[in-house]
């Protein structure tokens, strides 16, 4: 969807490194949020944010976290302590009753 | 706490006949429901959206579904399919003025449409 924008579209990440994946819109949303796909499952929420400087956990958030200093960004910070990170990684922001999704980062483990 | 079920895993159709994909949902209060396809590698699309009114909701690329109350389901249907179609299908739910406005999805169901 236009106006969500995430980067990079791949990301290779070492053990044991944090990676930042990076969202941005330009659709002046307040609201944020992260999800994480993996194969044969749906989207599962890790990470929302409502407003500037105030996010919120979602179902597995463990081993993640994420920043909400401006309102067009909403970076997603993969830590060494996330177990499992090879996924694809979807950003998306949310008015009214329609959710808008960015392209999708997807993280691999190497 | 809100949920949706998608039962099948995988759809397959062929090329001009109907197709449908089946959501099932459950939640406390009046639901939005939604349906977004992905492609392979990219984020998901939106099709379309149940809020009020008519329960023959119209969408995009001929996709329509039906909301049924007391069946708690919302069905996407196509009456022809093609072959490009073929993709990612998830349902979604919402009730309004939830903490945090969250999406919840079902896991997702893969279509297949034959030529």
């Known amino acids: 969807d236009g106006g969500i924008t995430q980067s990079p579209k791949y990301l290779f990440r070492k053990e044991g490194q944090n990676v930042t994946l990076s969202c941005e819109q330009n659709l002046n949303h307040d609201a944020m949020y992260w999800y994480r796909q993996d194969p044969g499952q749906g989207l599962r929420l890790i990470y929302y944010?409502?407003?500037?400087?105030?996010?919120q956990k979602g179902d597995i958030a463990e081993g993640y976290s994420v920043s909400r200093e401006k309102k067009e960004s909403f970076p997603l910070t993969v830590t060494s302590a996330q177990k499992n990170p090879t996924a694809f990684y979807l950003c998306?922001?949310?008015?009214?009753?329609?959710?808008?999704f960015g392209q999708g980062t997807r993280l691999t483990v190497v | 706490a809100q949920s949706v079920a998608q039962p099948e895993d995988q759809v397959n159709v062929a090329e001009g006949n109907p197709l449908t994909v089946k959501c099932t949902y459950s939640v406390s209060g009046n639901p939005y429901l939604f349906w977004y396809v992905q492609y392979p590698n990219r984020g998901l699309q939106f099709l379309l959206k149940y809020i009020t009114g008519d329960n023959l909701v119209k969408g995009s690329y001929g996709f329509e579904a039906e909301f049924n109350k007391s069946q708690t389901s919302f069905h996407l249907k196509k009456p022809s399919a093609l072959v490009s179609d073929s993709a990612l299908y998830f349902c979604?739910?919402?009730?309004?003025?939830?903490?945090?406005?969250?999406?919840?999805f079902g896991g997702g169901t893969r279509l297949m449409v034959k030529p």
């Open positions: 944010s409502q407003i500037v400087n105030d996010f």
């Open positions: 998306a922001s949310v008015v009214g009753a329609r959710a808008f």
């Open positions: 979604a739910v919402r009730v309004p003025n939830n903490a945090g406005n969250m999406l919840t």
